[in-house]
């Protein structure tokens, strides 16, 4: 997922501060984040559906 997003990482993670703040600190475990879910793009999609913000 990084290489997807390194180019804009400068603009987001400065408009967020407390993120790049957690990003700065993480440690990286090496547990697949998405290992729980399919390599299906519905399922992908459904599962991203309950991280979005209700407005």
Do not use: N, Y
């Not at 440690?27 to 793009?41: N, P």
């Amino acid at each position: 997922m990084r290489v997807a997003v390194r180019p804009r990482d400068p603009r987001f993670l400065g408009a967020t501060p407390d993120l790049a703040a957690a990003v700065a600190a993480a440690v990286d475990d090496g547990r697949d984040a998405l290992d729980s879910l399919g390599h299906d793009w519905t399922e992908i999609k459904r599962w991203a559906q309950h991280l979005l913000l209700k407005q």
